[in-house]
Every structure is written in C-alpha cells, then in structure tokens.
C-alpha cells in the first residue's frame, strides 16, 4: 500500500506560481510512475503531467505545457510540480497518483491517490 500526502496548494493571482509537493508515506517512489491530475467542480478528473520510473521522462498535458514542470528528487522520495504563469482555467483540487505499470495518462492506470490539495487562481 502506497499513501501519498500531497502539500503546496493556496490561492493565488492569475500569473503568479505555486509548487507542489507529494511525498509517500514510509518509502520511495523509486517502483513508480508517478502523476498529477486535477479535477475541477462539475468535471472529470483530468491528467496533467507525469513522470516515469525507467528514466525520469515526462509528459504533460497541451493545456499546462511550457507553464507546469514535474520532477522528483534524486531520492524518489518526494514529486513536485512547479507551476508558473497560473490561469484561473487551473483552478482545481490536484492530485498526486502512482502506478507500477501501465500508461501514463489515465486516471484507470493508476493505483494509488492522494487526498489531493486545492489550487485557486483568482483574475
């Protein structure tokens, strides 16, 4: 069992930048892929960026791309995603998510989720 505790989320102004941090609870991320997914009121959970185990390579969603980073610390043992130029569109609960196996942008493919951490951007 994998518990990830997510951290960083706030209200914030339309261009500003906030971090977010998941850690795992007892042990590294080192056996997994690990993601970020953010659901809005009244929408579907959706991804947002994602990180792999085998060689740290990334993905991201067109709509957050050039503005969200993911990376891990050399430890696996904590995510993070930066998050600049902040759009109020990004206003969500944000969630942390890990899998062994399996694709990377898919809320299915995932085993485990945090509680998550709500991000609000204001105009």
């Known amino acids: 069992q994998v518990q990830l505790v997510e951290s960083g989320g706030g209200l914030v102004q339309a261009g500003a930048s906030l971090r977010l941090s998941c850690a795992a609870s007892?042990?590294?991320?080192?056996?997994?892929?690990m993601g970020w997914f953010r659901q809005a009121p009244g929408k579907e959970r959706e991804f947002v960026a994602a990180?792999?185990?085998?060689?740290?390579?990334?993905n991201y969603a067109d709509s957050v791309k050039g503005r969200f980073t993911i990376s891990r610390d050399n430890a696996w043992i904590t995510v993070y995603l930066q998050m600049n130029s902040l759009k109020p569109e990004d206003t969500a609960v944000y969630y942390c998510?890990?899998?062994?196996?399996?694709?990377?942008?898919?809320?299915?493919?995932?085993?485990?989720w945090g509680q998550g951490t709500q991000v609000t951007v204001s105009s």
């Open positions: 990180i792999r185990k085998i060689d740290s390579s990334t």
């Open positions: 998510a890990a899998n062994r196996w399996g694709a990377l942008t898919g809320v299915a493919e995932y085993d485990y």
């Open positions: 007892g042990r590294t991320f080192s056996n997994y892929n």
